[in-house]
């Protein structure tokens, strides 16, 4: 069974722009979690989609956001993009069972 | 609001070693706790999750326990290799919720 993958692997995007992240989850699943990491904050939760809604939102502000199509995949968006956004962007699968599954993560650089 | 906290932050073991991950949490009231493993710029590996109702969970070399009255799950590894050398992260899920630790940067010197 393929695991969790997430394209593309690396973006150099600039401040103010906006960018799009894919997320296509493990065959089965139907929840799909966002999140950030960064060295200073660490691993951060930004939103959980299951069923094409979203379930649960982190502490973040409304420049993040996300959906979730109906085969499961999803997409996380960021607009207005500032340095601070600079991260490794995570996305994780699971459902049914509560296990979490990773894929390898978008690394984003915001110049 | 959950903390999750690891202790140490760094460990530096040499090969053969047996040793002991910490993990602590705040609020009692979990769904699960599961470790994880990452290595330098990539995702996350699932290791072991210990549903509330849990005490341990064991694969292969590894194990966990969880006592959530004290908040506190620890993660012991046998008889490290440089392999298992990685960032230990655990994370506890409550209410949809999940809260990770800092991590703890494992080092196995051959």
């Known amino acids: 069974k393929a695991g969790v993958t997430q394209t593309p692997r690396y973006l150099i995007k600039t401040r103010g722009q906006q960018v799009t992240l894919s997320c296509s989850p493990i065959?089965?699943?139907?929840?799909v979690s966002w999140y950030q990491q960064t060295p200073g904050q660490g691993l951060q939760f930004l939103f959980e989609?299951?069923?094409?809604?979203?379930?649960n939102k982190g502490n973040f502000p409304g420049r993040f956001s996300g959906r979730q199509f109906s085969n499961s995949r999803s997409e996380m968006n960021v607009s207005t993009l500032e340095l601070g956004d600079s991260a490794l962007y995570l996305c994780a699968s699971s459902f049914p069972g509560p296990e979490q599954f990773f894929g390898p993560g978008t690394r984003l650089t915001v110049l | 609001k959950q903390e999750v906290t690891q202790i140490p932050a760094a460990l530096s073991v040499p090969e053969g070693e047996n040793l002991v991950l910490n993990c602590s949490f705040t609020d009692s009231a979990i769904y699960n706790l599961q470790w994880f493993r990452q290595d330098p710029g990539k995702g996350l590996t699932s290791l072991l999750l210990i549903q509330s109702s849990q005490r341990e969970q064991t694969s292969g070399r590894l194990n966990a326990s969880l006592d959530k009255s004290s908040g506190r799950s620890t993660l012991y590894i046998a008889a490290s290799q440089p392999g298992d050398s990685a960032t230990y992260l655990c994370a506890v899920e409550n209410n949809n919720d999940m809260r990770f630790g800092a991590g703890t940067r494992l080092t196995v010197k051959p």
């Open positions: 065959s089965g699943h139907r929840s």
């Open positions: 989609y299951f069923s094409e809604t979203q379930r």
